[in-house]
């Protein structure tokens, strides 16, 4: 099992910045693929970005390429998305999740792919 906890989330305005947090804890973070996800309300949940174990490759929903920023730090048990340049239709709970093995696939990512999810953390953004 792989314990998942978000933090970061907040109230922002149209064209800030938010840092979001996972941090992990139980089976081997390290070797994990991990993804962050999204659902805003009344929506079915979406991806947003994913990261292979070592860091090595990062993927991007076409919403957030060139605004977000995923990345790991294994040695902390913790993935961070960074999102810049902030619009009103990021508003969402953000999901962080681990595959269920040691990859998933791409184009598209499949979110049937990860199997351990955190709570989530609201993000709303303020026009």
């Known amino acids: 099992q792989l314990q998942l906890v978000e933090s970061g989330g907040g109230l922002v305005q149209s064209g800030d910045s938010l840092r979001l947090s996972c941090v992990a804890s139980g089976r081997t973070f390290s070797s994990s693929p991990m993804g962050w996800f999204r659902q805003a309300a009344g929506n079915t949940r979406e991806f947003v970005a994913a990261?292979?174990?070592?860091?090595?490759?990062?993927y991007y929903a076409d919403s957030v390429k060139g605004r977000f920023i995923i990345s790991r730090d294994n040695a902390k048990n913790t993935m961070y998305l960074q999102m810049n340049s902030l619009k009103p239709e990021d508003t969402a709970v953000y999901y962080c999740a681990a595959a269920r093995g040691f990859s998933f696939r791409i184009d598209p990512v499949e979110i049937a792919d990860f199997g351990f999810w955190g709570q989530g953390t609201q993000v709303t953004v303020s026009s």
């Open positions: 990261i292979t174990w070592s860091g090595g490759s990062t």
